[in-house]
């Protein structure tokens, strides 16, 4: 934005070390939205029927949804909001440049030099195309770092299940890569069906799941809660998924131009021994572990953990009350229930969005801030205030497996 370093400090100043952060819907052209994003049904097609609908929400993004160079660079980013009442914005990339360790601490800004992971909402009628990330060595061919995120099912944003609440991950552990290779062999000749080599679990609401770079992986069509590490690249192993057709470059995208076509490469982007884990459930799935802080104001609990990137909680205040609550690091958050202010903030979790509009329902808490603690309170005498945190990963007590 013009003159947004001039916008950065003032307006971290009047939010006492605590930004809010302006809704980043983002669309996509495969599969159908499920409308649980709060955001107006005018709305779903914000630029175009080019685009498709929105169907993800972004948090604390410092990434190019579609790449700096497409029609749409700022979508995907994260922007500031400087005040209500006025439009005024800058990106929250450029808050990192500008005050660097005042906001995401001296340990993530030394090592990674921004931000290091981001949080989104994905919101599927249908659940999505067996596909994976890559690991970090194959990623870096293509300049970027491997990709883990992981999953938390918000009973909140899921008034409806959608078309398919299972998800698929990896293949049943007797599968042998000449099996899939023979899938893969026909991609222009019929349905391949790969998923009936894999193995789907039935969504739990509550519950999340950890997905390690490499493992195949179909999710569900419950809205869900993912933090993921900063990173965009992967590969489509399903040709045929819920009747819309993956063309094969959707397969081979990440491989030089000579390996393209060469099924072995493709096979090799996979983690083997995790995607046939036999014990892939005892090692992934995530169930929510209770934080036991003394206050009974406070229910607190991780609902992702177990790796070495990123975690997240849950964080709720009782009706009428106040709490202050300290972490270790700086980290975002999202409103998912209730109302009431976040330090000098007022927060809610909002009831319907249009394309554009200011929202009070995300932050992100600088470092220092973070370890003062932070005066979260509920004004409502009826619902609990219910927040979703994203920290990245230097998180002190975050649990280091299930």
Known sequence: MVNSMNLIRPTFERGQGIFRLLPAFVPFRFNQAGGRLHLHPDDLYPLGLEYGSVKERWFCSVLHAFGKDSS??????SMVAVDAHSPEKFPFRDAIEELGRDLIGAELMDQYHTWPMHAKFFDYQKPLFHHLHLMDSDAAALGWP???????????LNNYPGAFPLTYFGFDPMVTRDQVKERLRDWDQRDTRI???SRAYRIELGTGWYTPPGVL??????L??????????????ENVSSGEINAFQNLSRPLPEGQKGNLDAILSLLD???NVDPAFRQHYFRPPLACERGDPRIAEKWITYGNPYFSAKELSIAPGEHAVVKEEVAYGCVVIQGHGAIGPHHAEAPGLLRYGQQSADEFFVSETVARNGVLFRNDSPYEPLVLLEHFGPNHPLAPKAA
């Not at 491997?146 to 909140?156: L, R, W």
């Not at 869900?224 to 192993?237: D, H, I, K």
């Open 72 to 77: 749409h660079p700022e979508i995907g980013f």
């Open 146 to 156: 491997g990709k883990p995120e992981a999953y938390y099912f918000p009973v909140q």
């Open 195 to 197: 998923t009936e080599l």
């Open 217 to 222: 992986h179909a999710p569900g069509s419950y």
């Open 224 to 237: 869900t809660y993912e933090p993921q590490w900063n990173s965009l690249v992967g590969g489509v192993f």
């Open 272 to 274: 083997w021994e995790k």
